[in-house]
């Protein structure tokens, strides 16, 4: 954990900002939460660009403290804003070498090309900002960010200004930058299926206070949290690719819990992939049924329910490797299977889609 | 008859030099008044705004009174050596630069506004101190207020008359500028110098006017 941060702020209207958190230094931490839980403003007092009270170290290094204040431009982060907040005044390859240029040859750990091509721009470089799309925008703010060789990867809702066809066309560049370049990023979301796909870690934001932080697939399927009971909640669960059915076209993905079969998506055998269960797909069963057309079907633990409303409940599920499952399921049905914690019994899942 | 070209040139120095001082003040003071939280803004913003509303030669008369030898300008100018400043040509920029100010500062502090922000704290993001992106980011995205600014500044500069007239006197090719030699003209009853004079004002003014619209469209334009 190198990321250790505790701000406090408060602004005229009345709201109060109490953020105390951790996060590890490699990997994604989403700051989760809804509109006005402070999520972007502990982003902007970690960037410099407000004043909190309080600390704030990013890998040894303090950044503020008590009798230390250190403005935005002397921070080594990268920030991306929600709108690529492209300089209009300048083409794509001014843009990108504004920042580059400012920092010190010896300094820079990201070649230009190399970040042109992550992307995806270098047909871009000579053209005006103006005549970009939305996806190319932040693409192109996403590698001037990184041009910069920040030690810290700010993200503020990156894929929100976006359509849906723009945002999934940007994620596996996204995915691409999380992954080779290494560096920790604080990305800020209100949206589960994002943080699902792109965080391994994840500070919950309520009321402009740390509800809870900790793994992403963890929080999301904690019962105590409100993740869990939204109606689109979900599972994520991590495996490796371990082969294809050309027959039927599909993919194996295999977890120390159980083998999944998912739709066939061209992954390299081996590569670590995610999948995503809603929990309204997952049913329970008492016995391992193999009369049906139902083709992931594993043994799990029941860990804890809990009511959602007077007809339904939700379960979490234990699998054999330790990773969760949640399942929605209707209260009558819970008691006839005589549900209890501990209680070993068979997860049918539906349906399930990779994320990633 | 011979033209008397000297007022024509004591007007545009005096209007370029106006200019260039408006500018290398006005633009800090209007990025101050676009940016500070301070209550004291409006009252600022008022003090500059003034001589749009004041009669000119209300003005004149208190720069009079202020650069005579016993006003605080007069003393301070006297005690370094450098006279009174009344009835000269410095005298008459510092009047300028004070009546043409609002011209200048309202353009360039509406600019200064409409960029906001972001743009700033992108570039602090960026590693750019604030001197830098101010003129890195801030100044060229403000271009469309600034000349606008500048060509208001020059042109009310040209067609100035009543703070001239106060502090500045009717001293050939020391005061005496444009509007005053039409003045001057008239009451000599010299219909043709006149003519000549107002006429190409006339068609000065034209085409400044002109001129600006087009800048304005061809920025309005451009800008994304």
Redo the contacts between chains.
Sequence with gaps: MTLEIDLTLERPGGFRLAARFNAPSRGVTALFGGSGSGKTTVLRCV???ERARGHCRVKGETWQDAGRFL????RP???V?Q?A?L???LSVRANLE??WR??EPGGRRIVFDEAVELLGIGALLTRA??RLSGGERQRVAIA??LL?SPRLLLMDEPLSALDHASKEAIIPYLERVFDELGLPVLYVSHHPDEVARLADHMVLMEGGRVRASGEAADLMTRLDLPLARFDSASAFLDGQVAGHDDTFHLTYLDTNGGRFTVPREDLEIGKRARVQVHARDVSLSLTDHHDTSILNILPARVLDTQDLDPAQLIVRLGLEDGQNLLARITRRSGVALGLHEGMPLYAQIKGMALVG | MTFDWTPVWLTLKLAGLTTILLLLLGTPLAWWLARTPCRCREWVGALVALPLVLPPTVLGFYLLLMLSPTGPIGAATAALGLGTLAFTFPGLVLGSVLYSMPFVVQPVRNAFEAVGTRPMEVAASLRASPLRSFFTVALPLARPGLLTGAVLGFAHTVGEFGVVLMIGGNIPGETKVLSVAIYDHVESLEWTQAHWLAGGMLVFSFLVVVAMYRLERHLGRAAP
């Design positions: 960037a410099g660009l403005p935005s431009h002397r982060i990268g920030y804003f709108e907040s300089f209009p005044h504004f920042g400012l920092v900002t103006a001037r960010a910069t």
